[in-house]
């Protein structure tokens, strides 16, 4: 029998046990190995029922003297069974379980787990944990340290601990070399698994969670690593030389001064694209932190050694957008094309070639590319990634990913291993902080009444987001229909004297671009939106942003919506909207908004709140499932990682790694 068996296999199970696990994510007896206790119950103090004191938890190990069953009518019975030392008895009681009478027999040596009561003098204990004593065999369900596990129906801690301590017969081979385990103090594979699910002491689970939390991060960094390295080996591209005269009249030119931290990024990815392997970076960076500048100063020197660029955006605004910023910013004499569903300009022609998922579809995608930029990453399945740097001849493209999602750098350490990762961390000087207010709901008129006075006296352009309703990548027609009908309540009440446009997902693109068109020109004073509208709009001239249901977003997610506001150097304002049964702890967490700007730093409260399934607002396919380490111990993450670049870069892996390598399930977001 192997670990990666189906449970069923194991003596005990079987099919209809096999479908009850499945419902906890179990469906090898390495899943079950790894299933680990959430808690644990300690029983290790075995006591005579005579020195037992009441609301005491303790163990108590006799002779079953006499047991009944008593129908209660209904189909409702008790069990009273008399257990006794020679110290004393107990009595003991469980509810509706007649089947006890067949396991026990008077005379038979039981121990119990459970907390003492008492009914006047008499010792009692109500449905505690029980097993029989059998000679020569180790108690698991009391007299010590029990593990209670996550359960589901017809699947007890009980029954786990049964079938896990069978389980754990199996050789479990080590995987780790014995200079990591000797240098870092690790317990064995088989040791850590045993100590984890039947610990003796408290030093025993502590040392097996660390054990085995460092497995959970060091794996996938291990994978990371040796696709890092394959990507390098295999992956040979143009060499990209800048001309730097060139390059330092283009940004001379800009309306704006480069911050330090875009200079630092410029550098380093001229830098990779000298070398005849494949650039392959990501770079995070706050909303409006200026990161498109570094992809259109890429794309500078790509075009300054006749290679071409593809520009890839998730959606067609932000395509569009990314059109009429690299032409404003690039000489005249370099053709700039954009191809979505909608639009097609100078398509076939183009030296950088701008587009939506429409350029997957191409016949033909344009030959000499030197480099590819993909904005918003993880809005990119990896297959759809991978056609878009496909390449007929030897060479493939450098590639350079961008994100505004705020990631902790301990996140970006494990799920984008594999990339060159970059932080752009600095804000342009001419950008003022966004003053984020929580606006209790007996403060919404006067809200409103402010908001107006913005829009007449400033010309202020207002953003209005209503939530998802349902958790979904997409808009579902019951948060349209939310939003629309917010649309018209405010159209006809409070904003009737004003101009307010209504923009989601599933109105058409040429409407759509028409209402984002007239909303940049002020041909709008408000725009009310569903939050999965376009996350890459710029419209300069809003400066007041107002969040509905604040409470039902993530705090990076509702960062990322208001640094559509604050992008010229008005002041801006954010207004979040949350019900008045609003919880203390959501409150306190919304609160944080108004004195943190940062989104990294957002992004790990959020990590440290809600788990890494939320750090882009909604639970992603992929992400590993960590069950005892944290992705919020950057120490921890910071250590896998340099064990998995030792090991990876030595080109050969001990044979117990490679093989569990092999093995593993742990998923990973890709990288291209």
């Known amino acids: 029998m192997k670990l990666s068996d189906p449970v069923g296999k194991l003596p005990g199970v079987g099919e209809t046990y096999a479908k009850r696990l499945a419902k906890l994510k179990i469906s090898s007896i390495y ?12 029983f290790s103090q075995i006591t005579k029922i005579g020195l037992a004191r009441p609301q005491e938890a303790v163990t108590i190990q006799g002779k079953i003297i006499k047991i009944t069953n008593q129908y209660r009518g209904r189909g409702k019975s008790l069990q009273k069974a008399t257990v006794a030392d020679e110290t004393g008895q107990i009595q003991i009681t469980w509810f509706n379980q007649p089947f006890l009478l067949n396991s026990f027999k008077e005379g038979s040596l039981i121990s119990i787990s459970g907390v003492i009561d008492t009914f006047g003098a008499l010792k009692t204990m109500t449905s505690p944990s029980f097993e029989i004593i059998f000679p020569g065999r180790p108690t698991i369900h009391t007299g010590q340290i029990v593990a209670v596990y996550p359960e589901t129906r017809g699947v007890s801690s009980k029954w786990l601990r049964s079938r896990i301590r069978a389980a754990l017969r199996l050789p479990l081979e080590e995987f780790l070399p014995k200079s990591l385990l000797t240098k870092e103090g690790f317990l064995p594979y088989q040791e850590a698994l045993k100590k984890i699910h039947f610990p003796q002491k408290k030093a025993d689970f502590l040392a097996a969670r660390k054990r085995l939390a460092f497995d959970e991060l060091f794996l996938p960094q291990v994978k990371a690593q040796i696709k890092k390295l394959s990507w390098q080996k295999q992956r040979l591209a143009p060499v990209i030389t800048g ?49 498109t500048i570094i992809a259109i100063m890429a794309a500078f020197a790509a075009w300054q050694n006749q290679l071409k660029t593809l520009v890839m955006a998730p959606t067609e605004i932000l395509a569009k957008q990314h059109y009429d910023t690299f032409t404003r910013f690039l000489p005249s004499k370099i053709r700039v094309g954009l191809q979505t569903g909608t639009y097609k300009k100078n398509h076939n022609q ?20 030197g480099l ?108 349209i229909r939310a939003a629309v009908v917010e649309y018209e309540k405010l159209t006809k009440t409070v904003f009737a004297d004003f101009r307010v446009a209504l923009i989601h997902g599933r109105i058409k693109a040429d409407k759509k671009n028409r209402i984002i068109k007239d909303f940049s020109q002020k041909k709008i004073d408000i725009l009310v939106a569903t939050s999965v509208v376009e996350v890459g709009l710029d419209i300069p001239g809003a400066t007041i942003m107002v969040i509905e249901g604040a409470n039902r977003f993530g705090l990076a997610q509702i960062h990322q919506l208001r640094g559509r506001i604050g992008r010229n150097d008005r002041q801006s304002y954010c207004l979040l909207f949350a019900p008045t049964s609003l919880g203390v702890k959501s409150y306190r967490r919304l609160k944080i908004l108004e004195r943190t ?18 750090i882009f607002g909604t639970t992603q396919h992929g992400f590993p499932e960590f069950k005892l380490a944290s992705l919020a111990d950057y120490q ?35 990288p291209n």
């Open 372 to 479: 590819v930029v993909i904005d918003e990453q993880h809005r990119f399945g990896v297959k759809q990634r991978s056609n878009l740097i496909k390449t007929d001849g030897s060479l493939f493209p450098h590639v350079l990913t961008m994100t505004a999602t705020p990631i902790p750098r301990s996140v970006a350490l494990v799920l984008h291993g594999n990339l060159d990762l970059s932080f752009l961390d600095q804000m342009p000087e001419n950008r003022k902080t966004v003053k984020t207010w929580l606006v209790p709901e007996k403060k919404r008129s006067s809200a409103y009444t402010w908001i107006k006075e913005q829009i007449k006296k400033k010309g202020a352009q207002v953003f209005i987001i209503y939530p998802l309703i349902e958790e979904s990548e997409h808009e579902t027609m019951k948060d």
């Open 597 to 614: 700007n940062l989104g990294v730093e957002l992004a790990k409260l959020d990590l440290e709140e809600r788990g890494p399934g939320e």
């Open 350 to 369: 183009a030296d950088i070639l701008i587009g939506t998922h429409a350029l997957l579809f191409r016949k033909k995608l344009p030959k000499a590319v």
């Open 31 to 42: 899943q079950l190995l790894h299933h680990y206790p959430d808690h644990y119950q300690d």
């Open 636 to 670: 921890l993450v910071e250590k896998t990682k340099t064990w998995a670049k030792q090991l990876a870069g030595k080109g050969k892996l001990p044979n117990g790694l490679k093989k569990r390598l092999e093995e593993d399930k742990i998923g990973q977001i890709e």
């Open 243 to 291: 001309k730097k005269d060139e390059i330092e009249r283009l940004i001379a030119k800009l309306p704006f001064k480069l911050t330090q931290a875009q200079e630092k990024i410029i550098q380093k990815t001229f830098r990779a694209m000298t070398k005849n392997t494949a650039m392959n970076q990501l770079l995070c960076g706050d909303v409006g932190s200026g990161k």
